[in-house]
């Protein structure tokens, strides 16, 4: 079973900077699809990135495109979320999600990824 867990979550003010990590317990548990989805409450969890190293490719949602940055380190069994420019609606908790595959078409679909990680939270204040 794959065990992630995220970490470096905290409170920033506008503005600011955060960088979020996500840990496989073991490895190889760094799947090919890796990404990061937000959720607060009353709304659907949504897809903010994702990365897949089969492709080295990178996919953002569009209103963190520019900000954010999305990056894995196959040696250390992590995956980073780099965080800069934030916004108050950049708030809420952020999970590590992986599996096998992930497209264009595919990778903000919550119903795609089988593992996730418990979250991490983000307050942005203005």
């Known amino acids: 079973q794959v065990q992630l867990v995220e970490s470096g979550g905290g409170s920033v003010q506008a503005g600011g900077s955060l960088r979020l990590s996500c840990t496989a317990s073991?490895?190889?548990?760094?799947?090919?699809?890796m990404g990061w989805f937000r959720q607060v409450p009353g709304k659907e969890r949504e897809g903010v990135a994702a990365i897949y190293s089969g492709t080295s490719t990178t996919y953002y949602a569009d209103s963190v495109r520019g900000r954010f940055t999305i990056s894995r380190d196959n040696d250390k069994n992590t995956m980073y979320l780099q965080m800069h420019s934030l916004k108050p609606e950049d708030t809420g908790m952020y999970y590590c999600?992986?599996?096998?595959?992930?497209?264009?078409?595919?990778?903000?679909?919550?119903?795609?990824?089988?593992?996730w990680g418990q979250g991490t939270q983000v307050t942005v204040s203005s």
């Open positions: 073991r490895y190889p548990d760094l799947r090919n699809c």
């Open positions: 999600a992986a599996d096998d595959f992930c497209s264009r078409d595919t990778w903000f679909l919550r119903r795609r990824y089988n593992y």
